[in-house]
């Protein structure tokens, strides 16, 4: 029955607390922080605003009775909260973010700023094609350099990230093989995969067949073999993969594939490794998401907004969803609805132009030249990772490596010191962990990519930080430093089996104060 | 390059410590003749270069800046207060993911609290998640969720119900065969959904206000849906209509999707928006998307982690409640700083402006010949017919330099009966400037 | 009364014709702090190797298949109030569900206690 390994979600007990005692509970430039709604007063607001004009209303008896419960903050207020929580996060900017499989590259600011230029950043997704021409040109821009360094004949430009561009994906394939009037209800997946595309899978009414793979870390091209079937739809397979590996038999698995009648569904997640390099319509693939917050630099938000384009090959691209641009005779306009092929609408209007404006900017920034030093040098400086960590930390696989270099922890055998100690003991040296327990297929997986962005000087530093800790759980008797890490953050280890066992998911009136207290007092 | 860290000095240092060859060594997996392709496209180019690029792009568009402006139909201009902006770029929100390592994602997390609060708060339900990716996807959500609750597969579509958000929800169902039925459109807003609903029924799906206009009090409809075991799943596309009307939880629902771009949200062209989810505690588990809970730390001190993951795709995997990870954290921030802003009595305040402003332009236009406003009852937009096609009436001001509202055939191509309507919002950026110009424009081309 | 395993760590005890089903502490040491059980209404009828119940810790689920076929008589309320209890006593007091067996015969195909431990030490 266990299809997932767990591992500990309550803070160990033997660590010493770090709280100095100040009388605030803060720390210098750390700042405690109270939530907005036990700040706030009534009769404060953060907003000016004239009086509403007198009329009577029209609201058919329907106006709200009672208080909603918001609190009133000044704008003071306002910003000093949100200032202090951002100083409680780790970012980018801030130093190297080694996240493997979500390519936390700089962010330019060029970017922001032309996202925010009147007539781009404030128009309505549906005034009249004639006084958005400019828009749809550049959504057909983008769409035409996503074509280009993908070597795809199409592109759908509306999901709005990385999963909902794999639902396209299944969206489009379901439609072409009900349009040649055939019924397949199984989709193969590597075991490898990332979680969103058995779910994706499931979201369209598939079965997921997990697909082993090789000592090398590939596809078993074998039992491929053995798994495919005429009831097999599509294979979904990320390239490069999540071990950070390409796919050197991909073009075999296409044919393989093609022969079976099934489509061939590559996750782009990982494309930033070969943009500029590698065109996936060289190697026979069907359909690709690209995560632009990924490979094309649109900021990840604390976690989104995402963008997730996919390009189509031709025996998809007629299933495209709406709305999509079409360049005519008298200029740009949107195809919304009307007498095609297309398998319907994924979300409202026109796709995450926010985004599109950020990707594009990037892309005209690097030019086809500067893309393929992105790739080169993000593959460079992962395979630097590896080989200067190789003699200290375990690889799970043999380099080459692509745009990230996955560990296991075979080198912490018998300290005592687990994958997640390893992690947290790196956020008090100032980094922020490498993606930890993904990929599933070996044990403790610690998943490094350190991006074109960093200057050998700063992997360099990174590496011998790694080196240090390594060598210190190598020692036998740290294994209570390394558990009670981390010690100078805002918060250390967190309960989330507190967390999850007795939600709390708002704030509550009534919950107001004694907030930190509030554990001791159990 | 100016992105890119590494020296030509760097690259050879790294490639000897590697053992590589060259660059290209390290790609020998890739198949022969697929390496380096010949790419048709410029090189890179500087700041001022890109800029210029986008500027002339920009100015080929009208923007809502330079002219009367009254479109809504699911998407609208309010004005952010300035801090909004300026908060969200700050590089510890901008530029840091997915709080995956709490310790150092205090900041993420806490307004990820503060943001489940506000959205359970306004639309006066139990609880709320962390965001979906806009209002549209929220709503196809909410059914697959209905479905997971009640064990039945029929969705009930109202009539009302904004066509971006029905073909959404159609689409996601499509892809396993699961019925949905559309009610008739519903221009007069008089459907009765309740005659819809079966003993296979496990949601109705309506929006308050309607796509028309309409504000309809649903508490009726959720104690059809009730007594035939179906959830009532609310749709709100303009989320500033709380401040001043009964909430979808006040009414009955079980579920409450929503459209957030309107708090702190600019218009993008349709994205990136930020969709709201909330509903009843009892069915937290069988919510999609992230969910951030309080706990504490090791030193007993409150904090926040993500929680009940196991729902969640990284997890559950093919079981998950949803395939969605990435949501829209940064949207989700700005709503919860410019509703910080508003407080209770701004956004009051706010909400009272738009209807006020609403039921004025409302009064003027209906004293034009040939133009009747369609809603009784509405917030801030409303449904109008005119004499004439509505999509020509739209076009002729736009040559008179007003973009005077959504034609109701661009959302519904193909029914004439909606031909002559049109969709006029009207917020706190409307002047009585703006509206006296968009009456003489109308009295001109009419 | 012998206690009998699966592959999938799940534990049954016949006694009479009702049988009580589990995780085994095996399972809940690698699943870790368990959160939330879901356990089916009584009456529902499984087949052997169908699921029967989910099992929730912070980071891992796992769905639990029943050991043997045949009719729920009762889900452990202790564990839907007390997930913890599934980690405190997996095999006692941490129990599942109650399954009033259709086919006895179905146990003899699942491990003893030796050859489960046996089949521990493999893993």
Redesign the interface.
Known sequence: ????????????AA?N???TGTIT?NRGLQME?A???EI?E??????D??D??????????????G???????S?PQ??R???R??????????GL?P?GS?T?K???R?N?????????????????A??????L??IDQLAG?LK??T?MPAVAMSP?????G??CG??AI?AALKARGDVRKRILAPESA???N????????Y??DPIPATAEGRVDLDALQAKLGPDVAAIMLTNPNTCG????D??KVAEMVHAAGAFFYCDGANFNA?V????PG??GIDAMHI?L?KTF?T?????????GPVVLSDALKDFV?VPYVVHGSDGYRLV???DTKS?????????????F?RAL?Y????????????A??S???A??V???LKDVMSPSFE??CMHEALFDDRFLKDTGVTTLDF??AM?DEGY??M?V??PLVVHGAMLIEPT?????D?VDAFVSTLRGLAEKAKQGDQVEWFQ?A?RL?????????????S?????KPGSNGA??????AE | ???????EA??G???N????GG?D???????T?????Q?????????L???R?????????????EVP?F?G???Y?HHI?A?V????????????????????????L??L??F???V???TGM???N??M?????SAAEAV?MAQRITKRSKAVLSGGL?P??R??V???M????QPHVAAPVDLAGNEDLATFIDEQTACVVVQNPNVFGH???LSGLARACQAKGALLIVAVTEITS??????PG?MGADIVVA?GQSIGV?????????GLFATREKY?RQMPG????????????????L????R?????????T??????????A?AFT?H????????????A??N???A??L??KLSQMKGVAIVP????NEFAITLPKPAAEV??KL?EKKI?GG?PAS??F??DKSLANVLLIAVT?TNTEGDMDKLAAALKEVL | MTTRY?K???WIRLEGDVATIG?SDY?QS????V??VDLPAPGKKVNAGAEVAV???????????APAGGEVVEGNQAIVDD??LVNRAAQTDGWFVKLKLSNKAELDALMDQAAYDAYLKTL
Not at chain 1, 1 to 12: D, V
Not at chain 2, 25 to 31: C, I, Q, R, T
Not at chain 2, 339 to 350: D, I, K, N, P
């Open positions: 029955m266990l299809n997932r390994q767990g591992r500990p979600t309550t803070p160990h660590a607390s770090a709280v509970g922080e939530l907005i709604f706030g009534e009769g404060r607001t953060g907003v605003l004239p509403a004009p007198k009329v009577k209303d029209r609201l058919g008896g329907l106006k709200r009775q208080k909603i419960g918001l609190p009133g903050l704008e306002v910003v909260h949100f200032v929580l951002s100083q409680k996060n780790y970012s980018i900017d801030a973010y996240l979500c936390m700089h962010n330019p060029l922001e700023k032309m996202a925010r230029l009147p007539g781009l950043g404030d128009i309505h997704p549906l005034q009249p004639s006084t958005v021409q400019g828009a040109e550049l350099w280009t360094l070597g709005a990230a990385g999963a909902h794999e639902l299944l969206m379901r990332h979680g969103t058995p779910a994706t899978a499931a979201l369209c009414g079965t997921v590996l390409f796919e050197r991909i073009k070969i500029g390099k590698v065109r060289d190697l995560n917050h630099s900021p990840h938000g604390g976690g989104g907004p995402g963008s969803p919304e609805s009307g398998f319907g609408r994924m979300k409202a209007f026109n796709g995450q132009m926010g985004m404006i900017a892309m005209m920034s690097h030019g086809a030249d500067g893309l393929k030093r992105v080169e040098d593959v460079l400086s395979n630097y590896m080989a200067s380099g080459p992690a947290k956020i922020h962990p993606t327990y993904f074109e962005s960093e200057s050998k700063s009670g981390p953050t805002p918060r250390r280890r967190l309960d989330e089996t507190r967390a999850a066992r939600p709390v998911l708002r704030w907030p930190i207290d509030k554990a001791a | 390059m100016r992105y890119l860290g590494l020296t760097d690259r240092e790294m490639l410590t590697i053992g590589a660059i060594a390290l790609f020998k997996d890739v198949p003749g697929a390496l380096n392709p790419l048709d496209l410029p090189p890179h180019q500087g700041e270069e890109v800029e690029a986008f500027a002339a792009m920009a100015k080929k568009n009208v923007s809502p800046m402006f479109l139909a699911g998407a201009r207060p801090a902006d300026h908060l969200i770029q700050r590089s510890e929100f901008l530029t840091s993911y997915t709080p995956y390592q709490p310790e150092i994602s205090q900041g993420t806490q307004y609290f503060e489940q609060t506000q359970s708060m306004i139990e609880v709320a962390a965001s990716y806009d209002g549209a996807t697959l904004h971006h958000y073909d959404t159609a689409t996601l499509d892809q396993t065969d504000l309809r009090d709380l401040g001043l009307v009964t909430p006040a459209e600019p218009l993008s062209f349709g994205g990136p928006y930020v937290v992230r969910l951030c809970g309080e706990t504490v730390d090791q030193d007993g001190r409150r904090g926040f982690v929680t009940l993951s196991a969640e795709q990284h997890i559950r995997r093919e079981k998950a949803s395939n969605i990870c990435t949501n829209s954290g940064l949207c921030l700083i509703m910080s802003l508003l407080g209770e009595a701004g956004l009051t305040r706010l009272e402006i209807h006020g402003k039921v004025q409302a009064e009784q009852a509405f917030y739209v076009e736009v973009l959504v661009r959302l191509p193909g706190e | 699966t999938d760590h799940e995780i399972a690698q699943l870790g702090d959160v939330f099992v929730e810790s912070v980071k891992a689920a796992s769905e639990v298949y997930p913890a």
